[in-house]
């Protein structure tokens, strides 16, 4: 806690002092005190996919904060402008090694956002570029998180453009004839704009990198998302995505249509795929084709929104081969569903932070309905049938063969309360009636062709922004 108050009374001693060329100086907060009130499977809940389901209950509860900072200092014009954050992640009471234990003092601040950015002169007023660690926001179902790079944004009419370079990795280069290369990705983006009737977008995303000539480490169906392996194999992927929202007059109501679409190419080479629950190693140099859809159209009544959404993950059929289908995301957070993905308000702790279950791909489907009967309470439900767009296929705890692909139905709801006009109150649950697809995750002594074990998690909220 100590380094916080040392940030903090720098951004106090900044704001009462004026910096030289700041007219502005603002400093925003977003304070979540968050609760597990209550699951039947915490060995579920753990990241990257690496949950398992016991046989029985394996119940918890905790408390948590997660608290982020960030100062932003501009000057009058708006033409340049820095960006700090702070944040406190996930710490939970208790918790001595990160200060949530007697005492209260522990390493857990980490730096969140640090970038410059500033208006270009001589291009047009609206072109700017952004230097550092800062969002990227490239699409929400391939690659929306923090990351370290240079983004240059413009627009002209009702157009708006952007233009990136992130690094992923660095890799130092200390021999002379060393072909070890960093892992960089290149974005490139357009959106149209149509007024109040919505906009659609394309964009590219070229994603490169060689850190090693020799075969990588072993690369597990659970670990397939680009950020846990791209230090460790050859890639040279393409994306190619078209966005979209259309919006429809209906008197005094409106019928929606969101949608995504992505297509994915290229290679992973030098690589090497271990199923260990097939018994299947697959080493050597792979081709990349895999597709990505969704669409949510809903409607809007005012104080009631019912929407439908659906989204195709392709997945990969056959282990064996050298042709990869199954999409493959970079770095993502999802909350789609409370059971799966990170819709819990404790979502540090989850099943997994992609739209699809190891290289299988997904197939949703959710209908939502939302009512706001006041203007600071919001009642909603959602529920959920789920798939795998191709079968997960494993030897089960007897020596059976086994292939499945249904997840199950999945059942949520939440109650939201401001009791101020910045703090929130709010708690929701979700119940999954797992299906056979599941049994994969089961352990051993369970791991029998079908499923045995439902998922119940109960979270809850108080959070302060400003």
């Given at each position: 806690?100590?380094?916080?108050?040392?940030?903090?009374?720098?951004?106090?001693?900044?704001?009462?002092?004026?910096?030289?060329?700041?007219?502005?100086?603002?400093?925003?907060?977003?304070?979540?005190?968050?609760?597990?009130?209550?699951?039947?499977?915490?060995?579920?809940l753990n990241a990257e996919q690496d949950g398992v389901l016991n046989d029985g209950t394996v119940d918890d509860n905790f408390a948590e904060i997660k608290y982020r900072f960030w100062?932003?200092?501009?000057?009058?014009?708006?033409?340049?402008?820095?960006?700090?954050?702070?944040?406190?992640?996930?710490?939970?009471?208790?918790?001595?090694?990160?200060?949530?234990?007697?005492?209260?003092?522990?390493?857990?601040?980490?730096?969140?956002?640090?970038?410059?950015?500033?208006?270009?002169?001589?291009?047009?007023?609206?072109?700017?570029?952004?230097?550092?660690?800062?969002?990227?926001?490239?699409?929400?179902?391939?690659?929306?998180?923090?990351?370290?790079?240079?983004?240059?944004?413009?627009?002209?009419?009702?157009?708006?453009?952007?233009?990136?370079?992130?690094?992923?990795?660095?890799?130092?280069?200390?021999?002379?004839?060393?072909?070890?290369?960093d892992v960089d990705n290149f974005l490139a983006a357009v959106d149209f704009k149509a007024g109040d009737l919505g906009e659609i977008g394309v964009f590219g995303l070229y994603q490169t990198g060689d850190p090693d000539e020799e075969v990588s480490d072993p690369i597990f169906p659970?670990?397939?998302?680009?950020?846990?392996?791209?230090?460790?194999?050859?890639?040279?992927?393409?994306?190619?995505?078209?966005?979209?929202?259309?919006?429809?007059?209906?008197?005094?109501?409106?019928?929606?249509?969101?949608?995504?679409?992505?297509?994915?190419?290229?290679?992973i080479n030098s690589a090497t795929f271990v199923y260990d629950k097939l018994g299947v190693t697959n080493s050597g140099d792979f081709d990349l084709s895999a597709f990505f859809g969704h669409a949510n159209l809903g409607v809007d009544f005012g104080r009631v929104i019912l929407s439908y959404t659906f989204w195709y993950t392709s997945g990969d059929e056959d282990p064996e081969d050298d042709d990869l289908d199954g999409f493959l995301a970079t770095d993502l957070d999802i909350a789609e569903g409370i059971a799966l993905f990170e819709y819990a308000y404790g979502d540090d702790d989850y099943f997994t932070e992609r739209h699809y279950l190891l290289d299988k791909g997904f197939i949703m489907n959710k209908l939502a309905l939302e009512f706001k009967p006041t203007r600071k309470l919001s009642l909603g439900a959602a529920a959920l049938y789920m798939m795998t767009a191709e079968d997960i296929e494993y030897i089960d705890g007897n020596g059976n063969f086994q292939s499945?692909?249904?997840?199950?139905?999945?059942?949520?709801?939440?109650?939201?309360?401001?009791?101020?006009?910045?703090?929130?109150?709010?708690?929701?649950?979700?119940?999954l009636f797992a299906d056979d697809a599941l049994d994969y995750f089961e352990v051993e002594e369970i791991r029998d062709g079908e499923s045995d074990e439902d998922i119940f998690v109960w979270s809850a909220r108080v959070r302060y922004r400003f």
């Open positions: 806690m100590r380094r916080l108050g040392v940030t903090m009374a720098f951004f106090f001693t900044l704001a009462a002092a004026g910096w030289v060329q700041a007219a502005t100086i603002e400093f925003h907060g977003d304070m979540n005190n968050r609760f597990l009130i209550y699951t039947n499977h915490f060995d579920w100062t932003e200092a501009a000057t009058d014009d708006g033409d340049l402008k820095g960006v700090f954050a702070v944040e406190i992640g996930g710490i939970r009471f208790g918790e001595s090694d990160r200060g949530g234990s007697f005492s209260g003092d522990g390493v857990n601040i980490e730096t969140r956002w640090a970038y410059t950015d500033f208006q270009i002169p001589g291009v047009d007023e609206k072109a700017r570029l952004k230097i550092g660690l800062q969002p990227w926001a490239t699409n929400p179902w391939l690659w929306n998180e923090t990351a370290m790079g240079i983004m240059f944004e413009g627009a002209g009419g009702p157009m708006e453009y952007r233009l990136g370079w992130a690094r992923g990795w660095e890799f130092e280069n200390s021999e002379e004839e060393d072909d070890t290369k659970e670990k397939y998302l680009l950020k846990l392996f791209a230090d460790q194999a050859e890639v040279d992927i393409y994306n190619l995505g078209l966005t979209g929202s259309l919006v429809f007059p209906m008197g005094d109501s409106k019928m929606f249509l969101n949608w995504d679409a992505i297509y994915q190419g290229g290679e499945n692909d249904t997840i199950g139905f999945e059942v949520d709801g939440f109650v939201s309360y401001l009791l101020f006009e910045n703090l929130e109150i709010a708690t929701n649950a979700g119940y």
